[in-house]
């Protein structure tokens, strides 16, 4: 387990999520509530983490010491036949070095680790970011990270308001604390068209620049199409060619998807903000 921290660099506050077969699994290792039986029954096996008070079972290691433990039920059949055949819960974090983006496919782990972890291939992940990650309190559940399963599927199965972590819950998370999914180069976020151009403009002058767009920008040349599936894929592959910038172009859509804004601007390495969609 310690080697997991090692390995991946990760701070060892941040404590690691415990995959299960079952809400049955759940139980053996946290309290689970109703709003939580609630949850797991509508979107597990899925990418949606629930914080629940962990029993005493739960090490210290996996919690970094907290009274809570993370707990997701994951839909991939190779995954979910390895919970199989190893019959116990397994608790395991992304395969990416503590603070890169996160892996999508397993050339991703091989080229980040140099081959040095053995690498079990089940293919491109089909959502390409992290799973939401969600605390049921007594009266309102904590949206700790966006993810796929978005606020308002959350909020069909639960009569309680979805809420925004206060400072101390981030603390809690500390996932959620550190400049995370961040490339090498810098990435700058554009709402307008016209301001990805100027950028792009720019760039050309003095350093090199890719620009992800969803759509075709008048005016620029070679735009790479990104989906929220390949976001990673792109922003490593920008890594590969050495690039300076990443100049990304947040149409209405991108910014309406909670998910995939909240990964575009935990990589953005200026301060540069869009306004609410
Ligand atoms: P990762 O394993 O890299 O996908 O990240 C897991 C996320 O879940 C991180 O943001 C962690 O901080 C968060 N997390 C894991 N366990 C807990 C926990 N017991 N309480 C709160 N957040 C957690
Ligand atoms: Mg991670």
């Known amino acids: 387990m310690r080697r997991i921290f090692d390995v991946k ?20 290792l946290a309290e689970v509530p ?18 629940l008070p ?9 919690t ?23 019959g116990e819960p397994l608790a395991a974090p992304s395969a990416n070095p503590s603070g890169t983006p ?10 980040d680790y140099h081959g040095a972890v053995p690498v079990v291939d089940g293919g491109a992940c089909t959502i390409g970011v992290e799973s939401t990650v969600v605390q049921p309190l007594h009266d309102c559940v904590v949206l700790l990270r966006p993810g796929s399963v978005s606020r308002e599927d959350l909020a069909a199965i639960v009569d309680v308001p979805i809420v925004m972590p206060s400072a101390a819950q981030v603390g809690a998370s500390p996932g ?18 016209s301001d990805v151009r100027t950028a792009c403009g720019r760039a050309s002058g003095r350093n090199s620049c890719v620009v992800l767009s969803r759509l075709p920008i008048e005016g620029v040349r070679d ?7 390949t976001l990673y894929d792109e922003l490593r592959r920008a890594d590969h060619l050495g690039v300076d910038e990443i100049l ?13 804004m909240d990964r575009l601007l935990r990589a953005a390495s200026t301060t540069e903000t869009l306004p609410e969609p």
């Open 176 to 193: 959620t604390r550190y400049r995370h999914y961040a490339p090498r180069a810098c990435v700058r976020v554009f709402e307008r068209e």
């Open 248 to 260: 990304v172009h947040c149409d209405g859509d991108v910014r309406a998807d909670e998910a995939w």
């Open 9 to 28: 660099g990760r701070p060892a506050d941040n404590p690691v999520i415990v995959h299960v077969r079952s809400i049955e699994d759940a139980r053996e």
């Open 54 to 62: 962990a029993r005493p079972i739960v090490p210290d290691v996996v």
């Open 223 to 229: 735009v790479r199409f990104m989906s929220r599936a």
């Open 102 to 111: 996160s892996p999508t496919c397993a050339e991703h782990v091989l080229s």
């Open 64 to 86: 970094a010491g907290r009274d809570t433990v993370a707990v997701r039920a994951p839909n991939h059949p190779v995954f979910q036949s390895i919970l199989e055949r190893l």
């Open 34 to 51: 109703p709003l939580a039986e609630r949850l797991a029954a509508a979107y597990w096996p899925g990418p949606l983490t629930i914080v």
